[in-house]
């Protein structure tokens, strides 16, 4: 199922602020070299993610699943002064690329971290003010609930892809991955420790916050 009018993104891009210029070349090199492109979350979610991190001026800072560094860079532009964001990836080829580009940008605000994020997480022994979930669809319900008596009360958890490509929607989810998404906003939305909406911005952002 095709979520995004073409002619809307391409709008919407033209009348989004530039990516700054690491940003931009994440982006081109990413959508030309890598086999899984499309997991990149691109110039107008990127800057709402970067729009939001600005708003919350969050201190800490955790992300889950850095791909090629593109929402780190983004998430971490809005950290007040003295704030930290920490990422964590489970693949060292996609680990390897974002610590170029964070170096690249002069990001000494962000700290890399390689391998698997259920082991990492409870080794930080941090508090955080926003968290970012990006990575394996099976364990969103496990990160989740791993990271939310972490987050501070009023804090923030950023889901994506929780339209899955439009899977979701379907009369019949049969993907494993659909349906673990389908599961984990069904958790979300029955969690009373919070509130959430539901944004489709590109393949849905569910944006939560601890009450």
């Given at each position: 199922m095709e979520l995004v009018?073409?002619?809307a993104e391409a709008y919407a891009q033209k009348n989004t602020s530039q990516l700054d210029t690491v940003l931009q070349e994440i982006e081109v090199y990413t959508m030309a070299n890598h086999p899984q492109a499309h997991m990149l979350s691109g110039h107008v979610q990127g800057m709402v993610l970067q729009m939001l991190s600005g708003m919350l001026q969050p201190e800490r800072?955790?992300?889950i699943g850095t791909f090629t560094g593109f929402s780190a860079l983004c998430l971490a532009k809005g950290l007040r002064p003295g704030g930290q964001l920490h990422t964590i990836e489970l693949r060292e080829d996609d680990a390897k690329t974002a610590a170029g580009y964070f170096k690249k940008a002069g990001a000494e605000n962000i700290t890399l971290h390689i391998g698997d994020a259920l082991q990492i997480i409870p080794a930080l022994n941090e508090k955080w003010d926003l968290?970012?979930?990006d990575a394996d669809k099976v364990n969103y319900i496990n990160y989740y609930e791993l990271t939310l008596p972490l987050l501070k009360k009023g804090g923030y958890i950023i889901a994506d892809n929780v339209l899955f490509h439009g899977?979701?929607?379907e009369k019949e989810i049969t993907g494993k991955n659909a349906k673990a998404i389908h599961t984990f906003n069904e958790h979300v939305g029955k969690d009373?420790?919070?509130?959430?909406?539901?944004?489709t911005v590109r393949d849905g952002l569910l944006i939560i916050k601890k009450l």
């Open positions: 009018n073409h002619i800072i955790l992300e968290i970012f979930i899977q979701v929607l009373e420790r919070t509130t959430q909406v539901m944004l």
